[in-house]
T-cell receptor, first 113, second 113 residues
Framework: NAGVTQTPKFRVLKTGQSMTLLCAQD?????MYWYRQDPGMGLRLIHYSVGEGTTAKGEVPDGYNVSRLKKQNFLLGLESAAPSQTSVYFCASSYSGSYNEQFFGPGTRLTVL | KQEVTQIPAALSVPEGENLVLNCSFTDSAIYNLQWFRQDPGKGLTSLLLIQSSQREQTSGRLNASLDKSSGRSTLYIAASQPGDSATYLCAVDRGSTLGRLYFGRGTQLTVWP
């Protein structure tokens, strides 16, 4: 089992460019999450999904969109990148919601110039 | 809103010491609490998950306790080793079908030989 994988690992964008971060899990988990980690802020939830075809907003959703067309994949999109979106992005998954352990991917380090 | 605080922010100890990391949370109505380890530039590795009905969990040299009524958890590391050097994050699940985690900012641990 690969667990939770994320691509790419690193990316540098210019302001206004767009990109998609891919998260994949092979554990047949229903729930998937996107977090961002900033220095001194801890991890904050961007968007989440409770199953294939569903998505919902988390704590800091502005400037991001997501899609969950397949159960194993959760995509995070930036339509017009801004320097404030410079961060490390983590994807996580769990079998269901509460009472279940969350498993995290290795992260994507994004810099927006 | 659930707020999670970890004390100390950083800790440096010699190899072999037993140590305690602290985590406190403002809303005692939680479903579970999870401790993670994060190595520099890496993702999060789940160490222990304590359900709200449990008082503690153990894995090897790690022991985590939970006191819901006082809003506190501790992570005890026995006989610390240089390989334990990492940032330790505490996260709580407030209890919803989402399973959203609220993270503390972490304790950066350095164990020197």
């Amino acid at each position: 089992n690969a667990g939770v994988t994320q691509t790419p690992k690193f990316r540098v964008l210019k302001t206004g460019q767009s990109m998609t971060l891919l998260c994949a899990q092979d554990m047949n988990h229903e729930y998937m999450y996107w977090y961002r980690q900033d220095p001194g802020m801890g991890l904050r939830l961007i968007h989440y999904s409770v199953g294939e075809g569903t998505t919902a907003k988390g704590e800091v959703p502005d400037g991001y969109n997501v899609s969950r067309l397949k159960k194993q994949n959760f995509l995070l999109g930036l339509e017009s990148a801004a320097p404030s979106q410079t961060s490390v992005y983590f994807c996580a998954s769990s079998y269901s919601g509460s009472y279940n352990e969350q498993f995290f991917g290795p992260g994507t380090r994004l810099t927006v110039l | 809103k659930q707020e999670v605080t970890q004390i100390p922010a950083a800790l440096s100890v010699p190899e072999g010491e037993n140590l305690v990391l602290n985590c406190s949370f403002t809303d005692s109505a939680i479903y579970n609490l999870q401790w993670f380890r994060q190595d520099p530039g890496k993702g999060l590795t789940s160490l222990l998950l304590i359900q709200s009905s449990q008082r503690e969990q153990t894995s090897g040299r790690l022991n985590a306790s939970l006191d819901k009524s006082s809003g506190r958890s501790t992570l005890y590391i026995a006989a610390s080793q240089p390989g334990d050097s990492a940032t330790y994050l505490c996260a709580v699940d407030r209890g919803s079908t989402l399973g959203r985690l609220y993270f503390g900012r972490g304790t950066q641990l350095t164990v020197w030989p």
